[in-house]
């Protein structure tokens, strides 16, 4: 009864259309909600947009320098990691006490080595050892300098050895020619081109001086006729002869003299040992030569036979040998008996 009263009295409400609205509202949210975390799991394409070369270029220069600046921030840090300021300064100073002692403890090793050398100097100054300091570093100087001309000397020494080594080969070279005469002509007292004339008794041969491809060789049998011929073509007027004659060849010498004569030469002669080999050409090209033996004395007053220089090879080890190009040696003034026969025949 009293709640049919209480409702007919009062006014009827409805909440139904409000829990409506709340329902779809939450509703709504929750349905953004979803989308929203469905989109951010969603990549994004970007456009590509069109960028100003002149800006990409500053933006590259920027993030360098932001690469840079990265770097060292993170050296920064590193440092800052190590140990602290306090720690450093705390070592620093430790060093240096440490730095401090070792100068005071070199100072006192100076100071006690200048005493040592002090009271040193002193002791040997009383026992007299600087002066035999003195000898001794003399003594060193001398020996260096002993030590410096020693090297010359042997160097010296080498030079001489090389140069007996080829005067040895060169007296070798010598010794081959032992034995044997070169003649050479004196131009010096006439113009005219000597003729020699080799006389033996096996015939004669006739050279001009250079010329060995022109020597003639007359067998006894045939050397008059054949000697003539040569005179025939030969000019007295530019040419002389000079004979050397051995002992085998004294006759045939008396007559090829006269026949030159008549031909109107001028003529020289001198005598020659048997064996003794004559070249009458210049000397081989050997530094030096023998002393040459003493050559025969010519016929007196015959300039011609004084036109040629004797020169010959000897092996005598003792004798230093001249050179080429020295003064004959001067006849001697005895002679002996074939040498004054020859002047006996000439004169004849």
Same mark, same amino acid.
């Given at each position: *009864?009293?709640?049919?009263?209480?409702?007919?009295?009062?006014?009827? *409400?409805?909440?139904?259309?409000?829990?409506? =609205? =709340?329902?779809?509202?939450?509703?709504?949210?929750?349905?953004?909600?979803?989308?929203?975390?469905?989109?951010?799991?969603?990549?994004?394409?970007?456009?590509?947009?069109?960028?100003?070369?002149?800006?990409?270029?500053?933006?590259?220069?920027?993030?360098?320098?932001?690469?840079?600046?990265?770097? $060292?921030?993170?050296?920064?840090?590193?440092?800052?990691?190590?140990?602290?300021?306090?720690?450093?300064?705390?070592?620093?100073?430790?060093?240096?006490?440490?730095?401090?002692?070792?100068?005071?403890? @070199?100072?006192?090793?100076?100071?006690?080595?200048?005493?040592?050398?002090?009271?040193?100097?002193?002791?040997?100054?009383?026992?007299?050892?600087?002066?035999?300091?003195?000898?001794?570093? $003399?003594?060193?100087?001398?020996?260096?300098?002993?030590?410096?001309?020693?090297?010359?000397?042997?160097?010296? *020494?080498?030079? #001489?050895? $090389?140069? &007996?080594?080829?005067?040895?080969?060169?007296?070798?070279?010598?010794?081959?020619?032992?034995?044997? #005469?070169?003649?050479?002509?004196?131009?010096?007292?006439?113009?005219?081109?000597?003729?020699?004339?080799? =006389?033996?008794?096996?015939?004669?041969?006739?050279?001009?001086?250079? @010329?060995?491809?022109?020597?003639?060789?007359?067998?006894?049998?045939?050397?008059?006729?054949?000697?003539?011929?040569?005179?025939?073509?030969?000019?007295?007027? /530019?040419?002389?002869?000079?004979?050397?004659?051995?002992?085998?060849?004294?006759?045939?010498?008396?007559?090829?003299?006269? *026949?030159?004569?008549?031909?109107?030469?001028?003529?020289?002669?001198?005598?020659?040992?048997? @064996?003794?080999?004559? @070249?009458?050409?210049?000397?081989?090209?050997?530094?030096?030569?023998? &002393?040459? %033996?003493?050559?025969?004395?010519?016929?007196?007053?015959?300039? %011609?036979?004084? /036109?040629?220089?004797?020169?010959?090879?000897?092996?005598?080890?003792?004798?230093? %040998?001249?050179?080429?190009?020295?003064?004959?040696?001067?006849?001697?003034?005895?002679?002996?008996?074939?040498?004054?026969?020859?002047?006996?025949?000439?004169?004849?």
């Amino acid at each position: *009864m009293s709640s049919r009263l209480r409702s007919l009295n009062s006014t009827k *409400m409805s909440f139904f259309a409000f829990q409506d =609205i =709340i329902t779809s509202v939450s509703g709504i949210l929750i349905l953004v909600t979803l989308i929203l975390a469905t989109e951010l799991d969603r990549p994004t394409v970007p456009t590509a947009p069109v960028v100003d070369p002149e800006l990409a270029s500053k933006l590259a220069e920027i993030l360098r320098q932001q690469s840079d600046v990265d770097a $060292q921030n993170r050296n920064l840090q590193a440092l800052f990691a190590s140990p602290s300021p306090e720690k450093l300064e705390a070592d620093i100073a430790s060093l240096r006490l440490q730095l401090a002692e070792v100068k005071k403890k @070199h100072g006192d090793i100076a100071l006690q080595l200048a005493l040592n050398l002090s009271a040193n100097e002193a002791k040997d100054q009383s026992l007299g050892l600087n002066d035999l300091k003195a000898q001794i570093e $003399q003594i060193i100087q001398e020996a260096k300098a002993i030590a410096v001309e020693e090297a010359k000397i042997r160097g010296e *020494m080498a030079r #001489l050895e $090389q140069k &007996v080594s080829n005067l040895q080969a060169k007296l070798l070279k010598l010794r081959e020619n032992e034995g044997q #005469l070169w003649l050479i002509p004196d131009k010096s007292a006439t113009t005219k081109e000597p003729i020699l004339a080799v =006389i033996s008794g096996n015939g004669a041969k006739v050279e001009r001086f250079d @010329h060995p491809e022109q020597g003639k060789d007359f067998n006894e049998s045939s050397a008059r006729r054949e000697f003539a011929s040569y005179l025939e073509a030969s000019n007295p007027l /530019n040419q002389y002869i000079v004979f050397l004659i051995k002992p085998s060849g004294i006759e045939l010498f008396e007559r090829l003299v006269k *026949m030159a004569r008549d031909k109107g030469f001028e003529v020289g002669f001198d005598a020659l040992e048997e @064996h003794r080999e004559v @070249h009458f050409t210049t000397p081989p090209p050997v530094d030096t030569t023998p &002393v040459p %033996p003493k050559p025969p004395a010519s016929k007196p007053g015959n300039p %011609p036979s004084t /036109n040629l220089t004797p020169t010959a090879a000897s092996g005598t080890n003792s004798v230093t %040998p001249p050179p080429i190009t020295t003064p004959p040696v001067p006849p001697p003034n005895t002679k002996s008996w074939w040498q004054r026969l020859l002047e006996f025949l000439g004169a004849a």
